[in-house]
């Protein structure tokens, strides 16, 4: 069977807005930007194109309480007032009458894309939605998310569509603290997110966001954290993650189907995220994960606030999805001694359970350190840390949303504009 794409994408996702701050960064042109780009390089016409549709409320529940269904249903008739109370309610988050809707369509869509990949209609997709999901936990809103679009998914393929293993991929910059709790003790579904920590100095600020929160009971090993305790990480630092860490255990625990949570909020220009990701990396994550599953991977769509990166980093994920080359990266250098330190500490964690890692020597003696070369950090949490707890719960950051100075927004798009020209899109013809 000839390879195919599915792509899920509606207009009508676009109702849910922040009714008092159009600059918001969780906007319309969020799905609108990427996919005019899509279209612009040819590429939505190469896929089968599949409207989202609304979900049924089972599927809602597979994945969060009736009582949280009840309070999302009720925002539909709320008045100005009441909506600006029921956002305050909850961690960076606004409602407003089409919250509801777009939310169901958002879950609808990413359900249907893993249904026909099942099924055999589609190889692999995209589901190009929003509101995003990896926030959102049974009980609670939270993060610009409502419903957990990807984490349903997995319990979806896992409980109804008979699959065994979930690979879910988190490159989002955020931690999606929601997918990890729905899935902690659970074997079938291996949660892998890779997020900017800084030692839990950034949000969601969770003790639980670090390397040594592996899973639990049955679950044990099949969560797996990548904490980046820096901003500014580049490309040889993601595909060093990749590489010595996601794929090796990727291939181990040899998945039916792989689920990302595409969070384009790592690229460069992305003012939350702060990190350096180029474009043309996100093509090489893609082709990477393609080689699992017999290329059964599934997409959605989760942060990503600056709409150029997120544009191409969304067509250049969806061209990889078509089966097209990756382009050539821009020149990498080495990973960073920060990423190393990450990569150590997971090893470290996860070197008794996946026999990937056996074959890195083990410090014998003395403290329990994996690699030769590397101080791996054992002080963790850092002292003088202030985590988030239930009891602590504020509304913390985004509803004032930060900005770069000028001259760094400026120096980011022109960097972005170089790398968007400089991308070679071509396809040999005989390969
Ligand atoms: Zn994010």
Redesign the pocket.
Known sequence: MASRTGLVYSQDMTGHKNIWDSNFPEKPERITDPYRRCSELGLVDRCIQMKAESCRDETVLLGHSEALLEKLKCTVSFSEEALKTVSQEYDSVYFNNETYACSRLALGGTVSLIEDIVDQKITNGMALVRPPGHHAMRDKFCGFSFLNNIAIAAKHAVCNLGLQRVLIVDW???HGQATQYMFYDDPRVLYFSIHRYENGQFWPNLRESDYDYIGDGEGESYNINVPLNQIGMADSDYMAIFQQILMPVAYEFCPDVVLISA?Y?CALGDY?GEMKVSPAVFAHFTHMLSGLAEGRVCVAL??GYCLKSLSEGVALTLRSLLGDPCPMLPEMGEPCYSVCESIANVIKVLRPYWKCFQYQGCVTGGEDAVLHVLAVNERHPRPNIEFSTDENCPDRYELVATQLDDLQQTMFERQLEDLIENTSLYTPPSR
Request: aromatic share 0%.
């Open positions: 989002d910059v955020h969070g909020d939350k989760e942060g």
